[in-house]
């Protein structure tokens, strides 16, 4: 079965600091790939995707991730943190069924800067 | 522009109550979705809806139902509130089904059950 897994639970980091949350998934087929972000009490927002060609993807925000299929892993990253990007992020692994998207969402990673 | 908006954005209900949450998009999107979210858990597919008048099963859907009369419309029902389902839950609408498309959410209903 598909399966996404966010090693990291929280993380905390400098502000101006850079970041890496890990991804790794569990697919068959190549995946779709996303990264969502969650700021506090609010809905997800897309921050970027991957579903075919240049493995280094841009995204919102300044953020970028990097499909590594011999690694099976999508990690996000960003080269200077600001206290803006505070929040819950996940990632999450596309496929097309018959009828629908099935996407599935990892179990996210917590982002704390301190100032 | 509006997007996905969800009413309400808060709720208690108390063992055994009913409730509908409801979820309107503008956007003119045919598939929509209902996720529950838990702790450490990520979001869990409770229904979905690939156009008006079609809905199906997710992963989690039972204690829940759905309708879908209008493209802009998706409530969720609760007919019987139990405490498992105290989660907080999100509405997404997206217009493509190949898992390309964006998906785009609504803020939220946190419901919690007493």
């Known amino acids: 079965a598909q399966s996404v897994t966010q090693p990291d639970i929280h993380i905390t980091v400098s502000e101006g600091a850079s970041l890496e949350l890990r991804c790794n998934y569990s697919y068959g087929a190549t995946p779709y790939l996303f990264w969502y972000v969650q700021s506090p009490g609010q809905g997800l927002q897309l921050l970027l995707k991957?579903?075919?060609?240049?493995?280094l993807v841009q995204g919102i925000k300044g953020f970028e991730a990097e499909f590594k299929r011999s690694q099976s892993s999508f990690n996000l990253r960003k080269p200077s943190v600001h206290w803006s990007d505070a929040a819950e992020y996940f990632c999450?692994?596309?496929?097309?069924?018959?009828?629908?998207?099935?996407?599935?969402f990892g179990p996210g990673t917590s982002l704390s800067v301190i100032p | 522009n509006a997007g996905v908006t969800q009413t309400p954005k808060f709720r208690i209900l108390k063992i055994g109550q009913s409730m509908t949450l409801q979820c309107t998009q503008d956007?003119?999107?045919?598939?929509m979705y209902w996720y529950r979210q838990d702790p450490g858990m990520g979001l869990k597919l409770i229904y979905y809806s690939v156009g008006a008048g079609i809905t199906d099963k997710g992963e989690v859907p039972n204690g829940y139902n759905v309708s879908r009369s209008t493209t802009e419309d998706f409530p969720l029902r609760l007919e019987l509130a139990a405490p498992s389902q105290t989660s907080v839950y999100f509405c997404?609408?997206?217009?493509?089904?190949?898992?390309?498309?964006?998906?785009?959410f609504g803020q939220g209903t946190r419901l919690t059950v007493v």
């Open positions: 999450a692994v596309g496929e097309l069924q018959t009828s629908y998207d099935k996407v599935i």
């Open positions: 991957y579903f075919s060609g240049d493995t």
């Open positions: 997404a609408s997206q217009s493509f089904p190949t898992g390309r498309g964006e998906a785009f």
């Open positions: 956007m003119n999107h045919n598939y």
